[in-house]
């Protein structure tokens, strides 16, 4: 479906502070540059990578250093030919929804998300067919009642009613009772982590405007995993 290449792109726009039309979907099936970044004097410089999701992973847990690993490296010499193409917007209906998603903002793209894991679900389990998906996206969108600048609450409620939408018909539907359940239990999971930014706040806030961007980064990625910790322990 290519909706991966849609988040990707909302990924890119929320974590780089990004316009939508700054950022261009190529596909390339070797799957070998992962990204590329065009600079202002026209220059290009790509990331290349074998196929192999352990790099990504490894060096997200050690940022910003890059620890050895005894993977397979990947050797340029052995490439051959990297074709680029632009994707056919019209056959691969979910890259489309995606885009409008990223240019709406808001809810939208948590409800998109939301739509598009319980569509792939169902036609895991053998509930509907491949074409369906972005119909069922695309159903769940119309529904939504778009918030402009959500709290963290309202995003994950969002996600939540996506999927009720999403799944309806099927086998997804919780009782009203199952509904209230989980919106409660994720205004206080939402409380906790509020609480503990507040408790944090200004030692954070002190790092980040130090000169050292390592530490300042450091701090809050001890403050992510303290959160992950929690969660994993839940």
Same mark, same amino acid.
């Given at each position: $479906?290519?909706?991966?290449?849609? =988040?990707?792109?909302?990924?890119?726009q929320?974590?780089?502070?990004?316009?939508?039309?700054?950022?261009?979907?190529?596909?390339?099936p070797?799957?070998?540059?992962?990204?590329?970044?065009?600079?202002?004097?026209?220059?290009i410089?790509?990331?290349?990578?074998?196929?192999?999701?352990?790099?990504?992973?490894?060096?997200?847990?050690?940022y910003?250093?890059?620890?050895e690993?005894?993977?397979?490296?990947?050797?340029?010499s $052995?490439?051959?030919? =990297?074709?680029?193409? $632009?994707?056919?917007?019209e $056959?691969? @209906?979910c890259?489309g929804?995606?885009?409008?998603?990223a240019?709406?903002?808001?809810?939208?793209?948590?409800?998109?998300?939301?739509a598009?894991?319980?569509?792939?679900?169902? *036609?895991?389990?053998?509930?509907?067919?491949f074409?369906? *998906?972005?119909?069922?996206i695309?159903?769940?969108i119309?529904?939504?009642?778009?918030?402009?600048?959500?709290?963290?609450?309202e995003?994950?409620?969002?996600?939540?009613?996506a999927?009720? @939408?999403?799944g309806?018909?099927?086998?997804y539907?919780?009782?009203?009772?199952?509904?209230d359940k989980?919106?409660?239990? !994720?205004?206080?999971?939402?409380a906790?982590?509020?609480?503990?930014?507040?408790?944090?706040?200004?030692t954070?806030?002190?790092? +980040?405007?130090s000169?050292?961007?390592f530490?300042?980064?450091?701090?809050?990625?001890? +403050?992510?995993?303290?959160i992950?910790?929690?969660? !994993?322990?839940?």
């Amino acid at each position: $479906t290519l909706m991966n290449k849609g =988040l990707e792109l909302i990924e890119a726009q929320k974590l780089f502070g990004l316009k939508v039309d700054q950022i261009e979907i190529v596909i390339h099936p070797q799957s070998i540059i992962h990204s590329m970044v065009e600079f202002r004097d026209g220059n290009i410089i790509a990331q290349l990578g074998p196929t192999d999701m352990r790099f990504p992973i490894r060096y997200a847990l050690s940022y910003p250093q890059r620890l050895e690993n005894h993977f397979e490296f990947l050797r340029p010499s $052995t490439l051959g030919q =990297l074709n680029f193409s $632009t994707p056919d917007w019209e $056959t691969f @209906e979910c890259l489309g929804l995606a885009l409008k998603a990223a240019k709406t903002g808001g809810t939208m793209p948590a409800v998109l998300n939301a739509a598009d894991e319980i569509a792939v679900d169902l *036609i895991l389990k053998k509930k509907i067919k491949f074409l369906e *998906i972005p119909k069922i996206i695309k159903k769940t969108i119309k529904k939504h009642q778009f918030i402009g600048r959500p709290s963290l609450a309202e995003i994950f409620e969002a996600d939540l009613w996506a999927r009720q @939408e999403a799944g309806r018909g099927f086998w997804y539907n919780r009782s009203v009772a199952d509904k209230d359940k989980l919106l409660n239990f !994720i205004r206080q999971r939402v409380a906790e982590e509020e609480e503990a930014k507040e408790i944090l706040g200004e030692t954070l806030a002190a790092a +980040w405007e130090s000169r050292s961007s390592f530490n300042g980064q450091s701090a809050y990625f001890t +403050w992510l995993c303290g959160i992950a910790r929690h969660e !994993i322990a839940d």
